[in-house]
T-cell receptor, first 115, second 109 residues
Framework: NAGVTQTPKFRVLKTGQSMTLLCAQD?????MYWYRQDPGMGLRLIHY???????AKGEVPDGYNVSRLKKQNFLLGLESAAPSQTSVYFC??????????????FGPGTRLLVL | GQNIDQPTEMTATEGAIVQINCTYQ??????LFWYQQHAGEAPTFLSY??LDGLEEKGRFSSFLSRSKGYSYLLLKELQMKDSASYLC??????????WGAGTKLIIKP
């Protein structure tokens, strides 16, 4: 089991460029999430998905789009990158256990620098 | 608004005990999580509390008081590898996770 994987690990973009971050999980989890983590701040939810073909906005969705065409993949797109989107992006997946506990499992992160 | 408060940084000595506090104000409560995050790495799950009381898991224990909006993570017999950030997160009434900024724990020999 690879768990949750993310590609790329690191990327430098110029303002206005576009890119897609890929998240893949092999645990058959229904729920998937995209977060950004900035110094001195907690993880902030960008978008999430509760199942294949469904997505929803999180706390900070502006400037990002997502797609969940396959259960195992969750893509995060930046249409026109801005310096404010310089951050570390984490993908997570989860399932709800028998006790109702939902634990999120995180990928290794993508470090994005927008110049 | 929703808020999770944790100390920014704490220092402790190898072999000692440290308690990391977390207070929260959220719209509803559906469980509290503690995660560990080493520098440059992903967060990893440590503990989950949904009922009041203490949950013990080896050297780590987590306590919850829902009436006080308070939790703590207790680390015993500290090891150098415990140097990391510890993130507190609360699931609110919409089942969204609200994250604290994390507490950076520095262990000194």
């Amino acid at each position: 089991n690879a768990g949750v994987t993310q590609t790329p690990k690191f990327r430098v973009l110029k303002t206005g460029q576009s890119m897609t971050l890929l998240c893949a999980q092999d645990m058959n989890h229904e729920y998937m999430y995209w977060y950004r983590q900035d110094p001195g701040m907690g993880l902030r939810l960008i978008h999430y998905s509760v199942g294949e073909g469904t997505t929803a906005k999180g706390e900070v969705p502006d400037g990002y789009n997502v797609s969940r065409l396959k259960k195992q993949n969750f893509l995060l797109g930046l249409e026109s990158a801005a310096p404010s989107q310089t951050s570390v992006y984490f993908c997570a997946s989860s399932y709800v256990g028998g006790t109702g506990q939902e634990t999120q499992y995180f990928g290794p992160g993508t470090r994005l620098l927008v110049l | 608004g929703q808020n999770i408060d944790q100390p920014t940084e704490m220092t402790a000595t190898e072999g000692a005990i440290v308690q990391i506090n977390c207070t929260y104000q959220t719209s509803g409560f559906n469980g509290l999580f503690w995660y560990q995050q080493h520098a440059g790495e992903a967060p990893t799950f440590l503990s989950y509390n949904v009922l009041d009381g203490l949950e013990e898991k080896g050297r780590f224990s987590s306590f919850l008081s829902r009436s006080k909006g308070y939790s703590y993570l207790l680390l015993k017999e500290l090891q150098m590898k415990d140097s990391a950030s510890y993130l507190c997160a609360v699931r609110d009434s919409n089942y969204q996770l609200i994250w604290g900024a994390g507490t950076k724990l520095i262990i000194k020999p």
